[in-house]
């Protein structure tokens, strides 16, 4: 029943931003180079509460891709000035601060913020003003069953498409190796939910028996309860869509339990990098596995370029949600480069929807609802970092080691 509630709160909040604080006017009144005043991209995002973690990771992002585009001349010719706001992990205060990066703050463009979850509420605020929306994280397929003309998503594939490329190899190993028993935990989010959703159905498709399944509150802090309900079933492999907090909360109660299963795969959390890995201990990260959009290593356009000015800027490799974040802001680029200006924001949602752009993700390609067309790697903690190990042909090891190994080889 959570879930449904949840689903109903937010289809209500996504309908009654399109009514809030009445409609502004687009942006600045100066087209494309027309002027010297920097063009103005606004966002909000998770800078505080439930989503913090990957949402500053997101705002590191931008900030690279803002360095990067100044660097290098600007954006048809003017510098790039990012208006963040801090929607504190609340659906309310997004909807709020979209309508007022609109039409008290004047931002040229609109960019999104992290999780569909905030999405949903503040792509309706964009849609109602006729506002290009680029959002780097927010996969739900409600996102895209609105009809909306301005959205787009900047990852290789939605929610209930994430973790198919695991579900489907899972589901093609030999009946000795296949696990037999699957739980199946997620919080109750509108990205993590199909996802697992999505990899439940092929295994139970190749046989693999569903032991258990639960979804949580979003602000659940204790997880005892649900890893004492999975013990107490002994399913071989556990399959948890988890943001970061909660994934970082439900492996500590794993351990706290003493239950290990053969298979840890997460959503989102375990991409995070030094975060996930100092949160839940380096040594209990070997094996654990996850969908990921983006890879260091990868020798995509421009990547080597973002991966050294994040590392000058903030130090280290950057994680995931930085790395779509920038993405966004490429593909953002893209469509105002390839019109030519910002005037026409119905013109900057057409050229996306005819064009495919290159992005440090790798190319990236739409439906004509804004939902991406491609897959995720799948990524796996492997000694003291990740290395990517399907689909076979992107792999940067030449292992995969078999199963969760907590206490083993991290660190």
């Keep these: ?166 579900a489907e190899w899972v589901a093609n190993l030999p009946e000795g190796e296949r696990p037999k028993t699957a739980a199946y935990p997620t919080i109750d989010d509108p990205f993590a939910t199909p996802s ?55 492996v500590r109660s794993m351990l706290k339990a003493d239950f290990k299963p053969k298979w840890l795969y997460q959503t989102t959390a375990p991409s995070l990098g030094a975060q996930y890995a100092k949160a839940v201990g380096p ?23 973002f991966v050294a000015k994040y590392k000058e800027m903030f130090d280290g490799l950057p994680p995931e949600d930085a790395a779509d974040g920038f993405a966004a802001g490429q593909v953002l680029q893209a469509a105002v480069e390839g019109v030519g200006s910002i005037d026409d924001q119905a013109a900057l949602a057409e050229w996306l929807r005819d064009n495919p752009v290159e992005t440090i993700l790798g190319e990236l390609k739409w439906n004509k609802d804004g939902s991406p067309i491609g897959e995720f790697l799948i990524g796996q903690w492997q000694g003291d970092g990740v290395e990517f190990v399907l689909p076979e042909e992107f792999a940067t090891s030449d292992k995969l080691v078999q199963g969760w190994t907590p206490g083993g080889a991290g660190g």
């Design 1 to 166: 029943m959570q879930k449904v509630a949840a689903s109903r709160r937010i289809q209500a909040l996504a309908v009654s931003s399109l009514l809030a604080l009445g409609v502004a006017g687009c942006g600045g009144d100066d087209a494309g180079g027309q002027s010297d005043d920097p063009i103005k991209i606004g966002s909000s995002l998770p800078l505080t509460g439930e989503f913090s973690q990957p949402g500053k990771a997101a705002e590191q992002g931008y900030e690279v891709w803002q360095a990067m585009v100044n660097e290098d001349g600007g954006l048809l010719g003017r510098d790039v000035e990012m208006v963040i706001k801090d929607d504190a992990s609340n659906q309310n205060t997004i909807v709020a601060d979209y309508n007022a990066l609109i039409s008290q703050d004047k931002v040229d463009l609109l960019i999104g913020s992290y999780s569909s979850l905030l999405n949903l509420p503040a792509s309706s605020v964009a849609e109602r003003n006729q506002m290009l929306f680029v959002e780097p994280a927010g996969g739900s397929p409600e996102m895209f069953s609105r009809g909306f003309k301005y959205l787009f998503f900047t990852q290789q594939a939605t929610a209930d498409k994430n973790s198919l490329v695991f």
């Design 283 to 305: 040594e209990n990260t070997e094996g654990i596995m996850f969908a990921i959009s983006h890879a260091p290593q990868a020798k995509t356009p421009g990547n080597e370029e």
């Design 196 to 250: 697992v959703e999505g990899v439940r159905k092929v295994l139970e498709k190749a046989g693999v028996e569903t032991v258990y399944r639960e979804t949580y509150a979003i602000d659940t802090k204790n997880f005892d309860t649900i890893v004492n309900g999975m013990k107490a079933k002994s399913p071989e492999l556990v399959v948890h869509g988890a943001v970061f907090e909660d994934g970082v909360g439900m």
